[in-house]
């Protein structure tokens, strides 16, 4: 570990050596871009701190940048422009638009930079290993959870974000195939897209709960969709099952409450320690798994105070 | 004809004082370059040079159509919308329609032409204030980006040629050392006739003059509106080349993206030394706001400055570049 350290630095120090003097020092460990799919939602704070840790403990510098919104792709690309003007070691980059991205990541691979795809992935065979939760897995979860709460029968409706991205099209197939596969006596009577919009959703759970009079529980597919049901199913006065995805200060209320049943986390902080881990291992030519599952949690009142569940929930 | 008496007193005036902060924009672009380069080992690495020139592009000939209509003393808040919107009429055109590129190019350009010209006849015409005209066009293109793309994405796979329009690079064709992307010399193209437009057309000289004192204008006979309209509709054409510029770089017609672009654009402007108040204003200057944007943005993300900093940093040089507008018209 140790001799391999001194030869990185050196390496670095050697390709440096030009204007970099005065920046050996900062070089004697490897740098490693990430660009992520934004910055200052507590999510992505979240993948950043997984990282930063990834980086103390293992021994590497690591910069974390995403632009302000999901629907900036070109700001993405000059942030992944920029990232490679610094001849990092190893690039971790979470695609909003992977076709927009090809070119560069394809200067990364000429390089020699190996790429590491975190939370959504990259649709290329540029990446070395993809970093993130395995959202089909974690909906199932969501679903067997939903079946024992209402007692295995009856009708439930889901409330997704949206039916194009890949998170929004992977927990609904997640939930609805566990369903259909193992919990016969339950009925899907419904599936909505809120675009994650906290009032969207809850005016379409409204809907849903109004066209439902006997409906037995609700899943909310992302942070925003949960909060919709929640929001709807209080408005509306009416007891049912709500199992939500993420966290957040209102749905961790809505948990310790009993307004909610329980979520499902993923764990943004195992997101971006792994893709650093992953980088470093790339690195020093080691093997890496393609597909990186980062983990994901079903919490609820019994467990949302225990430590490796806090750690991973977010305000 | 009081425009062609009073263009003596005005023009020379303005072109000196326009001078002085061109020079003043020049000199903070050069001592930025300076200071990156020292402390930023990459910053005049080939790399990043084409990097700050390729997102320079976009920004700077949305710039220039902001420009043209400040001068007239309105603003386009619909600039960034209105590239979005041409971009996704490229998209139709070439991708679901799978017309011919040149096809997708001028329908992009026309589209902008005809949005802008809309918004030139709300403001001249309908008396509605250019703000609150171009306030609501923003959110109209927005909402029409995504009716049409059916809100996704279209992407330009079946015309290869198309990214070359931003990504390829002719210059790279002879020289291969300095690859520098077609959409660089697209920008100084447009920024070029732009420039000529203002200072050579008769177009040009009622621009200014619009901006100076609308009123006189129109009291010498001038039909004020026809020209106005004339304007935004230029803008407009110009945003169509943004479009094509993003879409081309991206391989694709993002439909939600746009919105937040126009405050980049009028940024690069008032950095430029452009009056918001109207009557000055030059396309040299905008072009090194726009540079100066981008050299900012690249130059505290190579020295890995926390993004939260990064807009603390930005935002401060906007409101220095502006208090030294002040400055220098309480001088002149």
């Given amino acids: 570990m140790l001799t391999r350290r001194i030869t990185l630095g050196g390496l670095g120090a050697v390709t440096l050596a030009g204007p970099g003097a005065m920046l050996a020092r900062a070089q004697d460990k490897a740098y490693i871009a990430l660009i992520s799919k934004g910055f200052q939602h507590q999510f992505w704070q979240a993948v950043k701190a997984g990282a930063d840790k990834a980086a103390a403990e293992l021994g590497a510098r ?137 009032l969207k959703s809850t005016e379409i759970t409204k809907a849903i709960l109004q066209a439902h009079p006997d409906l037995k529980g609700m899943f909310g597919a992302n942070e925003g969709s949960a909060i919709g049901v929640i929001n709807g199913v209080k408005e509306l006065n009416r007891k049912l099952v709500v199992v939500g995805y993420d966290s957040g200060a209102q749905q961790k209320q809505a948990i310790r409450e009993g307004r909610m049943a329980g979520a499902i986390t993923q764990n943004p902080i195992g997101i971006g320690y792994k893709t650093v881990d992953a980088a470093l291992k790339a690195i020093k030519g080691q093997p890496v798994e393609k597909v990186i599952d980062t983990g994901f949690y079903y919490y609820d009142k019994t467990n949302i105070d225990q430590p490796e569940i806090k750690a991973v929930l977010y305000d | 004809m009081s425009v062609a008496t009073s263009k003596p007193s005005l023009l020379p005036g303005m072109r000196l004082s326009g001078a002085r902060h061109r020079l003043l924009a020049f000199t903070s672009l050069v001592a930025l370059i300076v200071i990156f380069s020292l402390t930023a080992p990459d910053f005049l690495s080939t790399a990043n040079v084409i990097a700050i020139l390729q997102s320079t592009s976009v920004n700077g000939v949305l710039a220039i159509a902001a420009t043209l209509v400040i001068i007239t003393g309105g603003i386009d808040l619909s600039v960034g919308t209105l590239m979005t919107f041409c971009a996704v009429i490229a998209g139709v055109v070439l991708t679901y329609w799978g017309l011919p590129l040149g096809a997708g190019v001028l329908a992009a350009i026309a589209a902008g032409a005809v949005v802008g010209l809309t918004s030139g006849t709300c403001v001249a015409k309908l008396k509605i204030p250019p703000f609150i005209a171009t306030l609501g066009m923003m959110l109209v293109l927005k909402g029409l980006a995504l009716v049409i793309s059916g809100t996704r994405p279209i992407y330009f796979n079946d015309t290869p040629d198309f990214a070359e329009i931003a990504q390829g690079s002719l210059i790279g064709m002879v020289l291969p050392d300095v690859p520098i992307p077609n959409g660089v010399l697209i920008l100084f193209l447009v920024a070029l006739v732009a420039s000529f437009i203002l200072q050579r057309t008769i177009l040009g000289r009622f621009t200014f003059a619009l901006g100076s004192n609308e009123e006189a204008v129109r009291l010498s006979g001038v039909n004020t509106d026809r020209w106005k309209m004339a304007v935004y509709a230029l803008a407009g054409g110009i945003c169509g080349i943004a479009g094509l510029l993003i879409a081309s770089r991206l391989n694709s017609a993002q439909p939600a993206l746009g919105q937040g672009y126009e405050l980049d654009a009028i940024a690069a402007v008032v950095i430029g030394g452009t009056s918001l108040s109207g009557g000055r204003g030059t396309i040299i200057g905008t072009l090194i706001g726009a540079l100066i944007m981008s050299v900012l943005a690249f130059g505290l993300r190579l020295l890995s400055v926390p993004q939260e900093w990064q807009f603390v940093v930005t935002g401060a040089i906007i409101i220095l570049a502006v208090y030294i507008d002040i400055l220098r018209r309480g001088r002149s």
């Fill in chain 1, 62 to 198: 690591v910069t974390f940048e995403g632009p302000d919104s999901e629907s900036q792709v070109d700001r993405q690309i000059d942030m992944l422009a920029a990232a490679l003007a610094k001849k990092p070691a190893a690039i971790g980059f979470a695609a909003l638009d992977s076709q927009a991205a090809i070119p560069l990541l394809r200067k990364a691979q000429q390089a020699k930079i190996p790429v590491i795809a975190f939370d959504s992935g990259v649709d290329s065979d540029i990446p070395v290993a993809t970093a993130a939760t395995n959202n089909l897995a974690a909906a199932a979860l969501a679903a067997d959870k939903m079946a024992d709460l209402i007692g295995g029968q009856g009708k439930v409706a889901l409330l997704v974000h949206d039916q194009t991205s890949r998170t929004g099209i992977e927990r609904r197939d997640g939930f609805t195939k566990r369903i259909k596969s193992a919990h016969a006596k339950i009925t899907i009577v419904a599936t909505e897209y809120g675009g994650g919009d906290h």
